[in-house]
């Protein structure tokens, strides 16, 4: 998704661009496996890049699935209090929220929360803004926008080293069948996802020094089966705790209700689901909506999230940085891209078109 945003905007802008993709096909990585949730903005540090592109990422996002008929839906979200501790946390957020430009955001209580008769909460925090989207379908129209304006998209290919030169980089390739190729170029950017620590490091770059190194953290899903006795109309979350915002619920376009992200710090990407998780989640979802049982709960997928913030730490912003001060002008940066990571695609595209501008 990042990739094509920045590939887009930069083919767009009049760039001659080469995307390289080493899967069999795009959006095979962290693009396929999340909520595809379109974030409002509520949780992100005042002033960081994470509350900013987010934002401006959100507005841009609705106007393209409204003027493309991209598969989307502004179904909102409540963030419950379960108890008067929790209940003071919701202002909190509520303010953050709407400093960060989330509209419409408004504390529900009483009879207002009867709207979702599964719900226990001593109150909620509505935001209306938000929704889901079709991700594979909007990296499709972002592959077809960045095409359409001559951009060249190459799959089955790894870059395997970047080379600083007089003017602009070589990059060394490598596809499928082994067969090793070479690139130059007047300018890169890094939206190796997963793996954009090790790029970074490639193209010479320090990135225990400069705070890049990736912690992947794995979250499972598990579906709701058809059968069960619950009922949810919008995206339901808990008051967000630890490196994650909590097993939530989540709706797709066709109206299943799925429950999760967890998190797990790994050492690698992994994606399978334990099944004996069932119970964890069963327990974390019953304190809002109590009943849940662990017999209704199937794994579905799992996906990792780059995350720069390890294990303790609160809080880390997104990487977008060109990188000319460390002697690499024209490189780009895109580290950490985890949540809003989708939501803020399109504003994440246009900002590296603006430094590549300007550099």
């Not at 504390?107 to 909620?124: H, I, K, N, S, Y």
């Not at 960045?146 to 007089?166: D, K, N």
């Not at 790029?199 to 225990?208: N, S």
């Not at 709960?297 to 999230?305: K, T």
Request: hydrophobic fraction near 45%.
């Amino acid at each position: 998704m990042i990739g094509l945003a920045a590939a887009a905007a930069l083919a767009r802008g009049g760039a001659s661009v080469l995307l390289i993709e080493r899967r069999e096909a795009l959006a095979r990585e962290i693009t396929s496996r999340n909520s595809e949730v379109i974030h409002s903005g509520i949780y992100y540090e005042a002033g960081s890049l994470k509350a900013q592109l987010c934002v401006e990422g959100r507005e841009r996002l609705y106007a393209r699935c409204e003027r493309q008929g991209i598969p989307h839906r502004r179904l909102g979200k409540w963030i419950v209090a379960v108890d008067a501790a929790e209940r003071a946390q919701l202002e909190s957020l509520c303010a953050r929220g709407t400093r960060n430009g989330a509209p419409g955001l408004r504390v529900l209580e009483g009879a207002a929360l009867a709207a979702e008769p599964a719900l226990r909460a001593v109150a909620a925090l509505e935001s209306p803004s938000t929704g889901i989207v079709d991700a594979h379908a909007l990296c499709l129209s972002l592959a077809a926008e960045a095409e359409s304006h001559g951009a060249a998209i190459v799959l089955h290919t790894e870059v395997e080293a970047i080379e600083r030169r007089s003017e602009g980089y070589r990059l060394a390739t490598r596809d499928a069948d082994g067969e090793r190729s070479s690139v130059e170029c007047a300018a890169v950017v890094n939206a190796a996802g997963l793996d954009s620590d090790r790029v970074a490091e490639r193209a010479g770059i320090d990135v225990d020094a400069r705070g890049y190194r990736l912690h992947p953290c794995k979250g499972d899903y598990f579906s709701l089966a058809p059968g069960a006795p619950l009922r949810c109309s919008r995206l339901l979350y808990p008051i967000p705790a630890g490196p994650g915002l909590g097993v939530h619920v989540t709706l797709d376009l066709g109206g299943r209700v799925r429950f999760g992200p967890d998190t797990e710090y790994v050492a690698r990407p992994r994606y399978d689901v334990d099944p004996a998780k069932a119970t964890q989640f069963a327990a974390a979802a019953s304190r809002y909506l109590p009943g849940v049982r662990a017999e209704w709960l199937a794994p579905d997928y799992a996906g990792v999230r780059p995350k720069l913030a390890g294990p303790g730490v609160a809080f880390r912003d997104f990487v977008v940085e060109e990188e000319s001060k460390a002697g690499l002008p024209g490189f780009v940066n895109l580290i950490g891209i985890e949540s809003p990571g989708l939501t803020a695609a399109l504003a994440i595209g246009e900002r590296v078109a603006e430094l590549l501008a300007g550099a």
